[in-house]
């Protein structure tokens, strides 16, 4: 889920199981979600998106459901891999005439061999 | 196609220095931006450029500026360094300047001042 502080929410997974890392979202006029995957140096890295008119979408590996009523934006991914340890954060976006794009905080995932 | 790329990978400065952080992106996008990201938050926008020729600030663009040098490159400069810029600056780069438009990043700068 969402963090403010210095310490960022963490999942342990084993490896083979599957993830699911959560996010509450805080405009209810977002209309565009992205998870972004940040590897340890690196940069953020697109994994999925879902506008808002969808609940659910399916990629390689992973789906990403949309729930509007409670705010809530969920990644799955299925036999979770030693590759996939990261942190994953959610954006939402509003498309109010400029440019706005809120980035959360992130879960650090963990996936155990 | 070496997409974002960003210089320095790191830099420490003292107090009052100044520094130019550089951003190149190869992919012919219009929209570039720089972001700063702090232990256990989320990426902040400084400032971005939706085009060539423009630039406008972001939520945290107190002690930045910024110069879209062509559509290429767009540069983020600290006139007079402050420990509270001591954070991790990312370049990003987008086909054009809307939210529903995928962010592509670079690795980017680990600035320290001391």
């Known amino acids: 889920g969402e963090s403010v502080g210095l310490h960022l929410p963490t999942l342990s997974v084993q490896e083979g199981d599957n993830s699911i890392i959560n996010c509450a979202y805080s405009?209810?006029?977002?209309?565009?979600f992205i998870w972004y995957k940040q590897e340890s140096g690196k940069g953020p890295q697109f994994i999925i998106d879902?506008?808002?008119?969808?609940d659910k979408r399916q990629g390689q590996r992973v789906t990403v459901l949309l729930n509007k009523t409670v705010k809530h934006l969920s990644l799955q991914i299925a036999a979770t891999q030693p590759g996939d340890s990261a942190v994953y954060f959610c954006?939402?976006?509003?498309?109010?005439?400029?440019?706005?794009?809120?980035f959360g905080a992130g879960t650090r995932l963990f996936v155990k061999a | 196609n070496a997409g974002v790329t960003q210089t320095p990978k790191f830099q420490v400065l003292k107090t009052g220095q100044s520094m130019t952080l550089q951003c190149a992106q190869d992919?012919?996008?219009?929209?570039m931006y720089w972001y700063r990201q702090d232990p256990g938050m989320g990426l902040r926008l400084i400032y971005y450029?939706?085009?060539?020729?423009?630039?406008d600030k972001g939520e945290v663009p107190n002690g930045y500026n910024v110069s879209r040098l062509n559509k290429r490159e767009f540069s983020l400069r600290l006139e007079s360094a402050a420990p509270s810029q001591t954070s991790v600056y990312f370049c990003?780069?987008?086909?054009?300047?809307?939210?529903?438009?995928?962010?592509?990043f670079g690795p980017g700068t680990r600035l320290t001042v001391t």
């Open positions: 954006a939402e976006s509003a498309n109010t005439g400029g440019f706005k794009t809120i």
């Open positions: 879902i506008r808002s008119n969808m």
């Open positions: 450029s939706a085009s060539e020729g423009t630039t």
């Open positions: 990003a780069s987008s086909e054009v300047n809307s939210p529903n438009y995928e962010q592509y």
């Open positions: 992919m012919n996008h219009n929209s």
């Open positions: 405009n209810s006029a977002s209309d565009y």
